[in-house]
C-alpha cells in the first residue's frame, strides 16, 4: 500500500504564491512518477503537471511558465509551486503516483485564489 499526503493549500488573492507538497510513504521503492492534478467544482479532473522517473516534468498549457513541479527524492516527496495565481486556478488539488502497476491518488488540498 502506499499513502499520498498533500499539503499547501489555502486562499490566496490574485497574484499571490503557494507551495503544495505530496509526501508519499508505503511500499515505494525506489523512483516513481508523480502528477498533480486539480478539480475545479462542476469540472473534470484536469491534469496540472507530472514528473516521471527520470525527472522529466510535463506542464498543461494554462500553468507553463506559472508552476514548477519539483521533487526530492530522499524524503518521496513533490511540490509544486505555484506563482502569479489566477481565479481560474481555483480546484481541489491532487497528487497521484504510478507504483507498480496502480495508480494512487491523495485526499487532496483545496486552492482557493479570490479576485
Known amino acids: 500500500q502506499v499513502q499520498l499526503v498533500e499539503s499547501g493549500g489555502g486562499l490566496v488573492q490574485t497574484g499571490g504564491s503557494l507551495r503544495l507538497s505530496c509526501v508519499a510513504s508505503g511500499d515505494i521503492y525506489g523512483l516513481t512518477p508523480m502528477g498533480w492534478y486539480r478539480q475545479a467544482p462542476g469540472k473534470q479532473r484536469e491534469v496540472v503537471a507530472t514528473?516521471?522517473?527520470?525527472?522529466?516534468?510535463n506542464y498543461a498549457n494554462s500553468v507553463k511558465g506559472r508552476f514548477t513541479l519539483s521533487r526530492d527524492n530522499a524524503k518521496n516527496t513533490v511540490y509544486l509551486q505555484m506563482n502569479s495565481l489566477k481565479p481560474e486556478d481555483t480546484a481541489v488539488y491532487y497528487c497521484n503516483a504510478l507504483v507498480r502497476t496502480v495508480l494512487y491518488w491523495g485526499q487532496g488540498t483545496q486552492v482557493t485564489v479570490s479576485s
Open positions: 514528473i516521471t522517473s527520470s525527472g522529466r516534468t
